[in-house]
T-cell receptor, first 113, second 113 residues
Framework: DGGITQSPKYLFRKEGQNVTLSCEQN?????MYWYRQDPGQGLRLIYY???????QKGDIAEGYSVSREKKESFPLTVTSAQKNPTAFYLC????????????FGQGTRLTVV | GENVEQHPSTLSVQEGDSAVIKCTYS??????FPWYKQELGKRPQLIID?????GEKKDQRIAVTLNKTAKHFSLHITETQPEDSAVYFC????????????FGAGTRLTVKP
C-alpha cells in the first residue's frame, strides 16, 4: 500500500532511552521525510533527505537524529534529549522535484513513560 | 524555512454546502502548493495541487486557487458529502528542487448529513 512502510505501529519506551523508528520504501524515491503529528499542530518537519548520505534539518530537529545510508531506508532516532517525545511520527517519500506527490507511511505512535 | 499558516483549524458544514480552507505562505519563492486529505486512522493522501504559474485548478468537486501577490491559496470543496469529513493539510515548497516541503497545521472538516 503505497510502497512505504513504517515499523512498528506502536512503540513504548522508558524515559531516558533512545529509540529508533524504521521507514523503508520500495518506490525508488530520492527524497524522504520525517514529520511529527500532534493534535492541532499539523505535520511538523523533523528532517528530510534528498539523496543518500544527505539530510537536512526541519523545524523541530532538536533531540532527533537520522541517517540515510541506503536509498530505501531513512530511520529516525528519538534521543533522550527530546523533551517531549510522545507523539505520532509519519515518514514520507517523494520522487523529488517540482510537482511530485508525497507518499506517507502508516505512522508510528511512540509513547514514552 | 517556509512558514505555512492554515485557517480555520476546524470547520463544520451541512451536507451539500461548500467549504473553503485558506493557507498563507511566507516565502515568495514558493512555487508548488499541494493539498492532502487525512481520513481518520489513515495516512495523508494528495487530493489536488497547484503550481505558481496557474491561478486555479479544478478536479470535480474540489478546486484550488492561488494568489501569488497576497501569498495565499485556498481549497474549495463544493456539494460536500459526509465522506469529505477529514483533516486537510496544505503545503508549500520552493526551488531549486522543491524537496523542502512544509505543511500547515491542518483543518478538521466535518460534514453533517
Amino acid at each position: 500500500d503505497g510502497g512505504i512502510t513504517q515499523s512498528p505501529k506502536y512503540l513504548f519506551r522508558k524515559e531516558g532511552q533512545n529509540v529508533t523508528l524504521s521507514c523503508e520504501q520500495n518506490l525508488n524515491h530520492d527524497a524522504m521525510y520525517w514529520y511529527r503529528q500532534d493534535p492541532g499542530q499539523g505535520l511538523r518537519l523533523i528532517y528530510y533527505s534528498q539523496i543518500v548520505n544527505d539530510f537536512q534539518k526541519g523545524d523541530i530537529a532538536e533531540g532527533y537524529s537520522v541517517s540515510r545510508e541506503k536509498k530505501e531506508s531513512f530511520p529516525l532516532t528519538v534521543t533522550s534529549a527530546q523533551k517531549n517525545p510522545t507523539a505520532f511520527y509519519l515518514c514520507a517519500s517523494r520522487r523529488g522535484g517540482l510537482g511530485t506527490e508525497a507518499f506517507f507511511g502508516q505512522g508510528t505512535r511512540l509513547t514514552v513513560v | 524555512g517556509e512558514n505555512v499558516e492554515q485557517h480555520p483549524s476546524t470547520l463544520s458544514v451541512q451536507e451539500g454546502d461548500s467549504a473553503v480552507i485558506k493557507c498563507t505562505y511566507s516565502d515568495s519563492a514558493s512555487n508548488y502548493f499541494p493539498w492532502y486529505k487525512q481520513e481518520l486512522g489513515k495516512r495523508p493522501q494528495l487530493i489536488i495541487d497547484i503550481r505558481s504559474n496557474v491561478g486555479e485548478k479544478k478536479d470535480q468537486r474540489i478546486a484550488v486557487t492561488l494568489n501569488k501577490t497576497a501569498k495565499h491559496f485556498s481549497l474549495h470543496i463544493t456539494e460536500t458529502q459526509p465522506e469529505d469529513s477529514a483533516v486537510y493539510f496544505c503545503a508549500a515548497s520552493k526551488p531549486p528542487n522543491n524537496n523542502d516541503m512544509r505543511f500547515g497545521a491542518g483543518t478538521r472538516l466535518t460534514v453533517k448529513p
